[in-house]
């Protein structure tokens, strides 16, 4: 498929949403709500539950699944109350040295004046800051569409896995597409998506992701099965690790994104 199939894919009506992948993998999950500054957003669901018998914090946004519950969700944009509930449980779980695993699924922040209002950018920027010295286990999952930094606000993690139809981005296509171009036709919005290289393949080829999870929708039950398994072993892999080799490797595993290259020209070195 191309990038433009992958990103119709990940937006897909009837796809599973993050509550669905958590009641799937986790046992006995519990919904905890609240920022404790503002109030609750239902596009973060949240809370502690076990895993495979160990006790883990969970965040997943989630988008709905008919009308009326993706109009009380934002449609999976997070607000400023949302992003600070999750910090809150990340806060929690490093005090008792729970690990964290989040599930990613967003067009991006809810992009409205009242979360500007609340201070919507520094939410998103303290998620991130907090995230990256955070002294236990973080393990995020993109499940439909990783978009800018309402995305990454959950995805500053140790291990980040992505489903093979996922997306994550910078900037959606739509509007990488208004910029570039003045005009999002389906053309252009398609020509965008190739340029960002957006896809599951992508996230791998450039080290945003550690790994590719094959999708079976139509088998859910069994592919979360698999992905609860994958989930445990990297939980039990990271937990090993000291507080500060915790932190220490995802500073590591974030130094290392992108591409340098120095040549040489008839004007002396350029950089790329």
């Not at 978009?147 to 996922?166: F, M, R």
């Not at 859910?220 to 220490?248: H, T, Y």
Request: proline fraction near 4%.
């Amino acid at each position: 498929m191309t990038a433009y199939e992958k990103l119709k894919t990940a937006r897909k009506s009837g796809r599973p949403t993050g509550g669905q992948y958590v009641k799937e993998i986790f046992e006995n999950p519990i919904e905890l709500h609240g920022d404790r500054r503002f109030g609750d957003d239902l596009a973060i669901y949240s809370g502690l539950a076990y895993l495979n018998g160990e006790p883990v914090t969970f965040i997943a946004m989630e988008k709905g699944w008919d009308l009326q519950s993706r109009m009380e969700r934002n449609f999976g944009c997070p607000k400023p109350e949302g992003y600070r509930k999750a910090l809150r449980l990340m806060k929690q779980a490093e005090k008792f040295h729970r690990p964290v695993i989040c599930f990613v699924d967003t067009l991006g922040a809810y992009p409205a004046a009242e979360a500007e209002e609340r201070g919507q950018g520094q939410a998103i920027a303290e998620s991130i800051m907090e995230m990256m010295g955070l002294k236990t286990p973080v393990i995020s999952v993109v499940i439909g569409e990783g978009g800018s930094g309402g995305a990454l606000a959950l995805a500053s993690a140790n291990k980040v896995y992505i489903l093979e139809n996922a997306v994550y981005s910078v900037i959606s296509p739509e509007g990488c597409a208004s910029i570039l171009w003045k005009e999002s036709t389906q053309e252009n919005v398609a020509k965008a998506a190739e340029c960002l290289h957006i896809t599951a393949a992508d996230m791998k080829h450039f080290g945003v992701a550690e790994e590719i999870i094959p999708e079976s929708l139509e088998h859910f039950p069994e592919m979360c099965k698999a992905l609860k398994m994958q989930l445990a072993e990297a939980v039990d892999e990271l937990m090993k690790l000291s507080e500060e080799e915790i932190v220490q490797q995802r500073y590591e595993r974030f130094r290392k994104f992108g591409i340098f290259e120095e040549k040489s020209s008839s004007k002396g070195f350029f950089r790329k």
